[in-house]
């Protein structure tokens, strides 16, 4: 069994900043890529950012100089650094990591998602 945690959301002011957490916790043998994906209402899930286990990460253009995604990789955790926010990137944050367990399969878990609410 397999946990994803994440922490951060809320209520910010355009042009503030706010640092998504996100905790794998369970039966892992090992992490893969890791990353973070959104969804505004009415909207699909987009990417937002990843990153692998080695560090190389990519993002996608409505954020790039905005948003910086880092990880843990000691702590199983990703971060998701959100700096200028504006409106538009109200949504749902969600993680995802690809995750080998004791089951040796590797396969893709989400975290339940938390409110990201950019307003003033």
């Known amino acids: 069994q397999v946990q994803l945690v994440e922490s951060g959301g809320g209520l910010v002011q355009p042009g503030g900043s706010l640092r998504l957490s996100c905790a794998a916790s369970?039966?892992?043998?090992?992490?893969?890529?890791m990353g973070w994906y959104r969804q505004a209402p009415g909207k699909q899930r987009e990417l937002v950012a990843t990153i692998t286990s080695s560090g190389r990460s990519n993002s996608a253009d409505s954020v790039k100089g905005r948003f910086t995604i880092s990880r843990d990789n000691a702590k199983n955790t990703v971060y998701l650094q959100m700096n200028s926010l504006k409106p538009e990137d109200t949504a749902v944050y969600y993680c995802?990591?690809?995750?080998?367990?004791?089951?040796?399969?590797?396969?893709?878990?989400w975290g339940q998602g938390t409110q990201v609410t950019v307003s003033s």
């Open positions: 369970g039966s892992i043998i090992s992490i893969n890529d």
């Open positions: 995802n990591a690809l995750i080998s367990t004791t089951s040796r399969i590797l396969q893709p878990y």
